[in-house]
C-alpha cells in the first residue's frame, strides 16, 4: 500500500497527471503510463474516485473504497497542489 503511495508521488513529481477537466464535485484527470505512451483516466465526482487501471478494477470490485492505485494517488496530490494554488490566487 505505502509503495503504491510513493509511486502516485513519482507521477505526480514528474508532471504525469493532466487534469482534463475541473469542476468542485467533478474531475478528471489523466495519468501517463509510464511503459507507454498512454493515458489512464482518472475521475472524481461528488468524492467518488475512479481509475481506469486493471489494478482499480480488480481490487475495487472485490472491495470496493478500500484501495487508491497509484493514478489514483497520483491525481490526489495534483488537485491538492491545484487546490492550494488556488487559494493562493484568491488571496
Ligand atoms: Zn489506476
Known sequence: ???RIIEGY???KN???IIEHYEPDHVIFKVKNNKNTDYYIVSMIYGYWNCDCADYQFRN???PGS???KHLQA???KLHDLL???KEGNS
Open 75 to 77: 491525481a490526489q496530490f
Open 67 to 69: 484501495f487508491y492505485c
Open 10 to 12: 513519482k507521477l505526480y
Open 61 to 63: 470490485q472485490r472491495n
Open 15 to 17: 508532471n504525469d497527471v
Open 84 to 86: 492550494e494554488n488556488k
Open 1 to 3: 500500500m505505502a509503495s
